[in-house]
């Protein structure tokens, strides 16, 4: 077998070699650390510094090469015109950005992102900001099923209504939707906030193991261990100014909102005797 | 604020078993996950990041709480999937809207700093 002649970056830095018992974080950290905030392998770009380019001939991974070419030369706010509801568009942007589309977006679109704020000035398919980390994404009108899921954090906004299962294995962050949204929204959530401004589909909640809900109309029923809970003054503070950001507000006024949460009988699932878990099933 | 014996994620010292092992029970958080943050003690630092990143709020930092690894005060670091220790020369609020707050500045001041270890990582590994 011919042997390899070239020698991979990390043997050249050590990084094989390095003995990783006794490693620990602390190590590395100082809270003394000159300010930065970027990350360290971020393009420097200037919010002010527009571009924009149409979309409408060019394929899914061209679209998002050209976006982040236009980053790394500096463009702080980039608009893409013709998104034609292409799938997987404005996905891995590691970068503080302000990025407009200009139409619809197919499935999983602006997924995995951590720090740009988009606006969708159309409708999106299915799992619109799955696994979104940190930012901010609007979409002006309805969204298709499984709206963020698995998010771990940031803002998550449709102005319409959404399809079912949204925000499903929910980790983190704020999924907002401005109407309706289907059956099984916050299916096995596990963190984060959800608000819905409108009503409910079956089984909201199911299997939830922690975070919030908060519905603003009706809900048609709640799924396995979702139980109510009190809406305190904190509660509405913060929805009172979560909802200002982006201009919502609840028809029946934010205080009565019906806030939901992990009835947490199935922290202990394994433990339960049989007759145990018929009850919380 | 109810504090727990212990988090979940700090299950390895014996001690720290010890109330699981007897009630067969997860006992759960030392802090509360789900505690919404008061705007009204942002630090300067905070400010700052949220006006450079165009946010109106903590965005995805509304999530991030001061835990505890190990006995220690600590933040978990989602890139890392690991806990960033504090300094035991940083004093610690005694609330835990305080402590969220620092915990917050001091993730961002880690994750951003030109020795994260991660920064080693992408210049061995990153696909050229």
Known sequence: ?281 | MQQQPKTGAGRKGKSADQPELQTGQHVGYRYDVNLLPDYSRLTPFLKRYLEIMGWDDLNWLEDVHLGYEEGRAAIFDRNLNGWVTVPDSIVLPDNQQDRDMLARELLIRFQMSQRNPLVALKDAYDKR
């Open chain 1, 1 to 281: 077998m011919a042997s390899l002649k070239t020698r991979a970056a990390s043997d050249i830095k050590g990084v094989n070699a390095e003995p990783l018992s006794g490693r620990s974080m602390q190590h590395f950290f100082s809270a003394a650390e000159e300010e930065s905030f970027l990350y360290p392998h971020a393009f420097s770009v200037d919010f002010n510094k527009r571009a924009e380019f149409d979309a409408g001939d060019l394929s899914t991974t061209q679209i998002n090469a050209k976006i982040r070419e236009l980053m790394s030369d500096g463009n702080g706010t980039v608009v893409v015109q013709n998104p034609m509801a292409k799938h997987s568009l404005g996905v891995g942007i590691l970068n503080r950005l302000q990025l407009y589309f200009e139409g619809s977006l197919g499935y999983f679109g602006c997924g995995l992102i951590d720090g740009p704020n988009v606006r969708i000035k159309g409708r999106v398919g299915w799992s619109c900001g799955e696994n979104m980390l940190a930012g901010t994404v609007i979409i002006d009108k309805n969204a298709g099923s499984c709206f963020g899921a698995a998010i771990r954090g940031g803002d998550l906004v449709c102005m319409g209504d959404v399809g079912g299962r949204t925000g499903i294995d929910q980790k983190g962050g704020t999924i907002i939707v401005g109407g309706r949204t289907g059956a099984f929204s916050a299916f096995m959530m596990q963190r984060g906030r959800m608000i819905v401004l409108g009503d409910a589909g079956n089984n909201l909640g199911d299997s939830m193991y922690d975070g919030i809900i908060y519905v603003g109309g009706n809900v048609e029923s709640l799924g396995v261990d979702a139980v109510d809970a009190e809406m305190t003054d904190h509660d509405v503070v913060w929805l009172t100014r979560k909802l200002r950001n982006y201009g919502l507000d609840a028809p029946r006024g934010i205080a009565n909102m019906r806030k939901i949460v992990a009835g947490k009988q199935l922290w202990n699932y394994d433990n339960l005797e049989p007759a145990e878990k018929k009850i919380v099933l």
